[in-house]
């Protein structure tokens, strides 16, 4: 009984022995099976997408993945985070024991004044920041008295005690990003003029950029996400390409600085600064001097004034890395803002990128920047603008992650990275164009319907000062825009041009010869503007669906200083005019903001901006097809009807603005307005002054 019972409890021991090591074989197996790459998670494979340069059946590319699990590189973050950590608390306890050696050699020293202290070094107006690292002070004192400050002989008279004997009017640093903000009534009479001068050259406040650091740092704005991707080893070398025509000083050396310091140098080639044929003295030899030590950085002047699309194509010519990466001269770049851009080149020659353009202020220059969700793809209108827009939904439903790069119908053209292989075979830049505006179109409609892909890279970061005004003198006598915008709409719009054309009644005026890059076009096999409109921007209001287009002419006359004249709908519909009234204006006939279409759905709009009627005043609100406030009938009686409130659009009695009535069909409710587009047929000639 005993030996059976025994047996038993063997068994049982045996059995429950056999399971345990049976289910630590079977944990074992799958601790050991490969986990996703977190580049596995960010670019899945997708085969229905890639392309070829050239290849009209163009798709979108893959990144390689990298040959490391997520758990080792958990580990190896950790670890790195740790090591940071203690960086960082060893650096700050070191600045802690230098303050307070500086301190203590302060109390019995006489301190002089601070315009004795701190010198002018060149044209340069320096004031010090308040406890920056020697590395911070490059650029703003000599080399001498950052000398002697480290050694303690100098003190700021604010550097006892944190605080200046008479306190200033700003923050003094930007680090980190931050701006300066300047009251300028505080300043001194020959301060402010300096304040007044940077303005009035620059359209920013150069002044306050004076006041920083030549190598500020920059928070890293980059999403979490994308501090985790590990690009490839071998990214191909860049040419960073910089025109500059008078620019502002501190802010150019700025842009070269932040290239040379937030880049792995291996990847910088060279960076090429192209002289517009600049007048002021520091931009002539001071600049040689300065960038003389870099090695890498060299300038190309321009004989002539050319303007940013010639100089650009100076700047190419001479490039010899594999990619060209072309910046504005008013740029900082963030912390890893090249190597996302390399790694979809490498991925493929076709692929032409774009980074988030962040914004530096031109009040204060402060860093502003948005995350990968709140980005924003370039589009256009049919004013041939550029603009920006929400990335569509159907390109958010493509990605598994909201950094991954997307894809964008236009670029905004000041801040791109392209093959120098792919640039040359696309045909590089219209020659034929001048100065600046619509190449950035061009290129961007050549892009894609000549088998390349144009893309937003989410995890590159670069911040611009965005100008109100340009501060520089073009040529008068010609509309340089609309030349070129003429150009590219002859070359790569088809029979949509018209709808560009309709906006100046078709005085399309003199844009050169275009043979040439009709040919290039025939060449490359590209596609037909009304694919890229199906494909790659369905997005965008074609006029086409128009059921009424041009201006809006009331049958009554309108009351303008004291004349009786034809009075027409006027109003802009860019973001500044949104929300504020719509006005009355004589009848010009040369569209522009009297050019309105009349949408299938009922909506009175201009590219994004409609009419709009909330009950208070006819005004300009963004167009959101969800009719409602938007909705308007155009009437046989020529009456345009308000479908929630019921009322007509009426000339005031005093002729001078539009205001909602009941209906009554007088002529202060009669609109003049064309019902259909002119035929595809009725086009006109090109220009008689073309070449």
Same mark, same amino acid.
């Given at each position: 009984m005993f030996r059976k019972r025994s047996s038993i409890f063997l068994k049982l021991i045996i059995g429950f022995g056999v399971a345990w090591m049976f289910l630590l074989a079977t944990v074992g197996i799958f601790s050991l099976e490969k986990v996703d790459t977190v580049a596995e998670v960010l670019n899945p494979r997708n085969e229905n997408w890639g392309n070829k340069a050239g290849d009209t059946s163009n798709k979108i590319p893959f990144l390689e993945r990298p040959d490391i699990d997520r758990l080792r590189f958990q580990d190896a973050m950790k670890r790195d985070a740790e090591e940071e950590m203690q960086r960082v608390k060893g650096a700050e306890e070191e600045l802690q024991r230098r303050d307070e050696e500086r301190r203590m050699r302060a109390r019995d020293r006489v301190v002089p004044p601070f315009k004795d202290v701190f010198k002018q070094q060149t044209e340069l107006q320096v004031i010090p920041?308040?406890?920056?690292?020697?590395?911070?002070?490059?650029?703003?004192?000599?080399?001498?008295?950052?000398?002697?400050?480290?050694?303690?002989?100098?003190?700021?008279?604010?550097?006892?005690?944190?605080?200046?004997?008479?306190?200033?009017?700003?923050?003094?640093?930007?680090?980190?990003?931050?701006?300066?903000?300047?009251?300028? %009534?505080?300043? &001194?009479?020959?301060? +402010?003029? #300096?304040?007044?001068?940077?303005?009035?050259?620059?359209? =920013?406040?150069?002044? !306050?950029?004076?006041?920083?650091?030549?190598?500020?740092?920059?928070?890293?704005?980059?999403?979490? %996400?994308?501090? &985790?991707?590990?690009? +490839?080893? #071998?990214?191909?070398?860049?040419?960073?390409?910089?025109? =500059?025509?008078?620019? !502002?000083?501190?802010?150019?050396?700025?842009?070269?600085?932040?290239?040379?310091?937030?880049?792995?140098?291996?990847?910088?080639?060279?960076?090429?600064?192209?002289?517009?044929?600049s007048t002021f003295e520091h931009l002539k030899q001071p600049l040689e001097d300065h960038i003389k030590p870099f090695g890498k950085v060299k300038v190309v002047r321009g004989k002539k004034r050319e303007g940013l699309i010639r100089a650009r194509l100076l700047g190419a010519s001479v490039a010899t890395a594999e990619v060209l990466i072309f910046l504005d001269?008013?740029?900082?770049?963030?912390?890893?803002?090249?190597?996302?851009?390399?790694?979809?080149?490498?991925?493929?020659?076709?692929?032409?990128?774009?980074?988030?353009?962040?914004?530096?202020?031109?009040?204060?220059?402060?860093?502003?920047?948005?995350?990968?969700?709140?980005?924003?793809?370039?589009?256009?209108?049919?004013?041939?603008?550029?603009?920006?827009?929400v990335i569509p939904e159907r390109e958010r439903k493509r990605h598994k992650s909201v950094v991954e790069p997307v894809v964008s119908p236009t670029m905004a053209g000041g801040l791109f990275g392209i093959s120098r292989e792919y640039f040359e075979y696309l045909g590089t830049y219209d020659p034929g164009m001048d100065i600046w505006g619509g190449e950035n179109l061009e290129l961007s409609f050549r892009i894609w319907m000549c088998g390349g892909i144009l893309e937003q890279v989410l995890c590159s970061h670069v911040g611009h000062i965005f100008r109100h005004r340009s501060p520089y003198a073009w040529r008068t006598g010609t509309n340089v825009v609309k030349k070129n915008s003429v150009r590219l709409a002859e070359v790569w719009l088809d029979d949509y041009k018209k709808f560009y054309y309709e906006r100046f009644n078709f005085d399309l005026g003199e844009y050169g010869d275009v043979t040439a890059r009709k040919e290039l076009r025939r060449k490359l096999n590209c596609k037909s503007f009304d694919w890229y409109l199906k494909n790659v921007f369905p997005e965008l209001f074609v006029p086409a669906d128009a059921v009424a287009t041009g201006e809006?002419?009331?049958?009554?006359?309108?009351?303008?200083?004291?004349?009786?004249?034809?009075?027409?709908?006027?109003?802009?519909?860019?973001?500044?005019?949104?929300?504020?009234?719509?006005?009355?204006?004589?009848?010009?006939?040369?569209?522009?903001?009297?050019?309105?279409?009349?949408?299938?759905?009922?909506?009175?709009?201009?590219?994004?901006?409609?009419?709009?009627?909330?009950?208070?005043?006819v005004m300009i609100y963004p167009c959101h097809g969800a009719k409602g406030n938007q909705e308007w009938v155009y009437g046989k009686d020529n009456s345009l009807r308000h479908v929630n409130t019921n009322k007509c659009l009426t000339l005031s009695e005093d002729g001078t603005k539009p205001v909602m009535e009941p209906c009554t069909g007088i002529d202060r409710q009669i609109w003049q307005w064309r019902r259909k587009p002119p035929p595809t047929s009725s086009l006109p000639p090109p220009s008689s002054k073309s070449r």
């Open positions: 920041n308040v406890g920056l690292a020697k590395s911070q002070q490059t650029g703003l004192i000599d080399a001498q008295t950052q000398k002697c400050i480290d050694e303690g002989l100098i003190v700021p008279k604010w550097n006892i005690d944190k605080e200046p004997m008479a306190k200033p009017s700003m923050n003094w640093t930007g680090e980190q990003g931050q701006g300066i903000n300047i009251i300028k %009534e505080n300043l &001194s009479p020959e301060e +402010r003029k #300096k304040f007044d001068d940077g303005w009035q050259n620059n359209a =920013f406040n150069e002044y !306050a950029s004076n006041l920083m650091s030549l190598h500020r740092s920059l928070p890293d704005v980059r999403d979490a %996400e994308c501090k &985790s991707i590990k690009y +490839r080893e #071998k990214l191909p070398s860049a040419s960073v390409i910089i025109i =500059f025509h008078n620019e !502002a000083r501190t802010v150019l050396h700025r842009t070269v600085q932040s290239v040379l310091d937030r880049s792995p140098p291996h990847l910088v080639k060279e960076v090429i600064l192209v002289d517009d044929f001269s008013h740029c900082e770049c963030a912390m890893g803002w090249l190597e996302p851009l390399l790694d979809r080149i490498a991925d493929n020659k076709s692929n032409v990128v774009a980074p988030i353009i962040d914004v530096l202020a031109d009040d204060s220059l402060r860093y502003q920047y948005s995350s990968a969700k709140s980005t924003s793809v370039g589009g256009f209108d049919w004013n041939l603008q550029f603009n920006w827009h809006i002419r009331c049958k009554a006359l309108g009351s303008f200083n004291t004349k009786k004249e034809p009075a027409c709908i006027d109003s802009p519909v860019d973001k500044n005019a949104h929300n504020k009234a719509v006005k009355m204006w004589p009848c010009h006939n040369q569209g522009g903001n009297q050019h309105w279409m009349l949408s299938a759905t009922g909506e009175i709009r201009r590219d994004e901006g409609c009419i709009d009627y909330a009950g208070d005043f």
